[in-house]
């Protein structure tokens, strides 16, 4: 459990945000480094990182990869613990490295594994086949009917 955004009762009850400033500077970013506006993602970054005051010596001027790597790195560091990490992974296509703490990471021997998004149907979540038997809105079944 991470305690990022304060509750007023028990852990998981307060006010949660919806979206902040941060999420939506680097969703700009994101968008304009796919189009192709390298000056408009970096403009991005500085106004997320340096305008804000969180490093008045922040200037981006990483292009290429490397720009696509600082929005990545921003983007783990801003949305830490709000769910956003799986949902990056698999809209880059980018594979999950999890390292032991012996190799600098937080994770036990068993569980340091890399996943790649391939290795598991590119990460996309299957219906149990037990809902679609029975829900005859979903599934093979909602076929059936409209042919009959």
Known sequence: MQFKI???DQPGVGHLNNFRSSEMYLI???????????????????ALTRDTGRDPEY????????????IKKYRSIELWGEGFEWFDLKRWGDTIER?????GGNFITV??????????????????L??????????SNANLESEE
């Open 28 to 46: 700009e970013a994101e968008a304009e480094y796919f189009l192709n506006n390298l000056t408009a993602a970096q403009n991005a970054l500085n």
């Open 99 to 103: 390292h032991t703490y012996e190799d």
């Open 6 to 8: 304060a509750a007023e």
């Open 111 to 128: 569980l340091a594994v890399t996943i790649n998004p391939n290795d598991n149907n590119k990460w996309t979540w299957r219906i149990p």
């Open 130 to 139: 037990k809902e679609t038997d029975y829900n005859h809105a979903i599934g």
């Open 59 to 70: 200037n981006c001027g990483k292009t290429g990869d490397e720009l696509l790597a600082e």
